[in-house]
């Protein structure tokens, strides 16, 4: 079952900033006038120097099995978590029709949006998500979010009637998001030195979610936040930045807020909170490996086949009870400090509005299906990197991120065993 609050949620009157904007008023109101120390830094000329931006990552040699690209790939998911990709094979054309049809949908008449209301609490229609109280502060941003697939996570009275061709279009492009999303998990298990498919094994039938986020201009975009700082609950997400929008997304490294320049049609990608805390199923998936036949027959060195018998009846008997048990106690010791120690780590990120042009972003969520177990790869566990989260399931961890306001990385706590330089 697609994840839901239990309990109706208070979260005052919340205005439409489009409506807002329309009236161009020199202040923006309360609710949207952030602490001092939230207020963002907003884009400087110039712009920030080369080795401060996010690295690109040519798809094409990916898919050629590019063994540097690959490497490029890995560096940019360790040190950045953040990687622009261009030349992914996906139609120019579909890009340019997803983002009229989302512009349009937007410049819709509010009534005609109201239609496919986002319920307070709820992530999916039309409003704004993961408010969850009266004095929240709220975000410069109208969303649109709909959950794709698989099948059981989409509410089909909320996808809209209008523009024509939207949803026909959302479901074309979210096919070839999923692709490309498949595709760079394969080259990213290939970066770690994992079996290429053991993402797509391991996620069961993925879950996707699109989000289409409208930032009006803003008189005052020194008070406000486009979207509050948070790193997302995915896998990866794939955002596309519609053409000749400002500066807006920033993301959060060596301690400072750096403003994104966007490539014209290239996608941002970012590592989310999954694959930062890596999924445990891997480790059940390659323990038969680990004592494959070829093993056992090693064990009988110059074996006879009655040596060979008693040494396959001593490996069934004891030694694989024995590794059971050691296994089960690991297990047992790791759901305590569970999962991978966020060698790739997801990122903080945020938008910020601009004084006199609107932004148009449109997002993927890939992520795993709900029935999947997380934990650590004991891979990445060793003595110089213990054991930072619990194991648990993605459908847990889901509600708790779509039930909670953005904070930071402050939901990847659900699954934290120590706080300790775990951000
Ligand atoms: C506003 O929504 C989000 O920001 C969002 C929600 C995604 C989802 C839907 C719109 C419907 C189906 C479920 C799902 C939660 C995926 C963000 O998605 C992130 C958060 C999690 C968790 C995730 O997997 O992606
Ligand atoms: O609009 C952007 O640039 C950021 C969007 C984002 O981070 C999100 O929707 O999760
Ligand atoms: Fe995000």
Redo the contacts with the bound molecule.
Sequence with gaps: M??VPNSPVKVGHIDDVQELRKTKPRTVPQRFVRDVTERPTLPTTPLPPPDTHMPIIDFSKLTKGNKDEIFNLATACEEWGFFQVINHEIDLNLLERIENLSREFFMLPLEEKQKYP?APGT??GYGQ??VFSEDQKLDWCN?F????EPQY???PNLWPTRPERFSETVEEYSREIRKLCYNLLKDIALGLDLKGDVFEKMFGVS?????MNYYPPCSRPDLVLGLSPHS????L?VLQQAKGGPVGLQIFKNNTWLPIQPIPNALVINI???IEVRPLLHFFFSFPFMFSLQDLLSYTVGSSSSSFKVSFFFFHSFVIPFLAVLYARFDLFCMMQVLTNGKYRSVEHRAVAHEEKDRLSI?T????SYEVELGPMPEFVDEKHPCMYRRYN?GE??????TNK?QGKK?LDFAKIQTKNTN
């Design positions: 697609a994840p986002m992530v999916q998500a993961f969303m979010a709909l959950g794709l996570v989409r509410n879950v996707q979610a699109i989000r997302d609950g995915s896998a997400t989310g909170d999954t997002v969520f890939f992520a795993p993605h961890y889901s509600k708790h991120y779509v953005l939901t």
